[in-house]
């Protein structure tokens, strides 16, 4: 069985993905993906991470989990789909320890040691820290951003310090990024290779997250043309989707508004600048993979 968990990071989704895959679920089930709600795996999966990470694996742990998880006779599932934004850590513990995600990689290899005879994947969506701090800040009780951070200077905030330790303890789990600021362009690949199925491949809700983003007239001309235009490919789609967006965009959804202490337009920017960065020092790491537009 293939075990693909999503996992975040928070502020980068709000159940999108979920959603979008449920949409799919009954389509895809006759081809042994499983796409449990998440009311039967959130809190079950966290507790018994949890639990097994302090009191070890039994022998039957992989079947209570998959009987717990699944409605279906787990032998006939081929493909799962977890969906899982906290499973790392809840917001306002996201820097505790003074590093981002401290549990993150203990409860990875708990995860795979349940699903040893398995094949476990991890995709996460990444976001410029310009964005993400104060969406993350905003997300939790606190109320100074010093303790929100525990200690971590967002100048020196890099996701891949988190990659490289992940990669150091669970070496034989495949991950698979990509940014949020990509999202309205891939959003049909992301959920496609979540989904393992061709990239050419109807589904529904492949355009969600653009159309939230470009205005209704812009959003009629872009299926209209679609629709006169059957045959292109998933690069030309992208290519026309950037140039609906240059004509037809909202401003408002795109925009973003950062309010921290501090945090002037160079401020800003270096850590944009940081994070760019950042995406090609990902690309190099062995067993990771990028989707970009």
Known sequence: MQVILHAGVHCTDDDRILKCLLRNADGWRHEAVAIPGPSRYRKFLLEAINSLGRNGIEEDTREIVLDAILEEDHAQVNRLLLSHHSFFSVPKLMFEGGRAYRKAEGRLQTLQSVFAEDQVELFLGLRDPATFLPAAFAATPHTNFQDFM????????????????????????????????????????????????????????????????????????????????????E????????????????DDE??????????????????????????????????VTIIAP
């Open 150 to 233: 525990h200690g971590i200077d967002p100048m020196q905030l890099r996701w891949s310090d988190l990659i490289r330790r992940l990669r150091d303890q669970v070496p034989n789990m495949p991950i698979t990024l990509w940014c949020n600021e990509d999202t309205p362009l891939i959003w049909g690949q992301v959920i496609r290779q979540l989904a393992g199925i061709e990239i050419n491949r109807k589904i529904t809700g492949a355009f969600d997250v653009f159309n939230q983003i470009i205005s209704p007239e812009g959003m009629k001309r872009f299926r209209e043309f679609l629709a006169q235009n059957p045959n292109v490919n």
């Open 235 to 250: 690069q030309q789609k992208r290519r026309i989707m950037s140039a609906f967006l240059d004509k037809y965009a909202l």
């Open 254 to 287: 795109i925009e973003e508004e950062l309010d921290l202490p501090g945090w002037d337009a160079a401020y800003v920017d270096m850590l944009t600048e940081l994070y760019e960065d950042d995406l090609h020092t990902l690309s190099a790491i062995p067993g």
